[in-house]
């Protein structure tokens, strides 16, 4: 069964920085076409994509409000996802979850995923 486990969220001032972390168990993420994603929602508000990755051709896909301070980044070793934030914003302050798909045709922000995590929150204050 594939789990996916976030870590790494926590309170920064505004302009500051966080690496959250996805680790995932339950599938090689070697073998087989996937999509996988960083997602976010904020009380009150709709669930957004931040970023995603599509393991045919490495295509990586960021939100307009993430560009230039947000990197997506993996590691096939070891079955792990990253989303490095930098110069944090308060308008960032949300719970931040990892997603994935597997045997996807296509992946993007306005993919339904089939597998999410816990979540992790991040708090930024200004």
């Known amino acids: 069964q594939v789990q996916l486990a976030e870590s790494g969220g926590g309170s920064v001032q505004a302009g500051g920085s966080l690496r959250l972390a996805c680790v995932v168990s339950?599938?090689?993420?070697?073998?087989?076409?996937?999509?996988m994603g960083w997602f976010r929602q904020a009380p009150g508000k709709l669930r957004e994509g931040v970023a995603t990755?599509?393991?045919?051709?490495?295509?990586?896909d960021y939100a307009d409000s993430v560009k230039g301070r947000f990197t997506l980044s993996k590691d096939y070793a070891k079955r792990t996802l990253y989303l490095e934030m930098n110069n944090l914003k308060p308008e960032d302050t949300a719970t931040y979850y990892c997603?994935?798909?597997?045997?996807?045709?296509?992946?993007?922000?306005?993919?339904?995923?089939?597998?999410w995590g816990q979540g992790t929150q991040v708090t930024v204050s200004s």
């Open positions: 339950g599938h090689d993420l070697t073998v087989n076409r996937h999509c």
């Open positions: 997603s994935a798909d597997y045997g996807a045709a296509w992946c993007g922000l306005n993919r339904e995923f089939t597998y």
């Open positions: 990755y599509y393991s045919v051709g490495g295509k990586i």
